[in-house]
Nanobody, 117 residues
């Protein structure tokens, strides 16, 4: 069982930035595709970005150019740098880990991001 602990959420003004972190409790972090998802009130959870074990990334069109995902395998941590935030980015952001060996899938508890003036 892998525990994922997100941090870095909070209240930010429009145009501001935040960096989310997700630390994974596993010594085999390099075998996981790591992703960030978000869920706004009344909406379905949607993918934001993912980074595979080789550090190849996919970023959703609606945040491309503003959000950057990265990973540090030495720290078993994935990051989401979010710039130029707008009210539509307000959501609970969830970290996800997918084990490429057996497809085991894990979720963090979520961290709230609120963009408001």
């Amino acid at each position: 069982q892998v525990q994922l602990v997100e941090s870095g959420g909070g209240l930010v003004q429009p145009g501001g930035s935040l960096r989310l972190s997700c630390a994974a409790s596993t010594s085999t972090f390099a075998f996981y595709v790591m992703g960030w998802y978000r869920q706004a009130p009344g909406k379905l959870r949607e993918v934001v970005a993912s980074v595979n074990p080789g550090s190849g990334v996919n970023v959703a069109d609606h945040v491309k150019g503003r959000f950057t995902i990265s990973r540090d395998n030495s720290k078993s941590t994935v990051y989401l740098q979010m710039n130029n935030l707008g009210p539509d980015d307000t959501a609970v952001y969830y970290c996800n880990a997918l084990d490429i060996r057996d497809r085991s899938n894990y979720w963090g508890q979520g961290t709230q991001v609120t963009v408001s003036s």
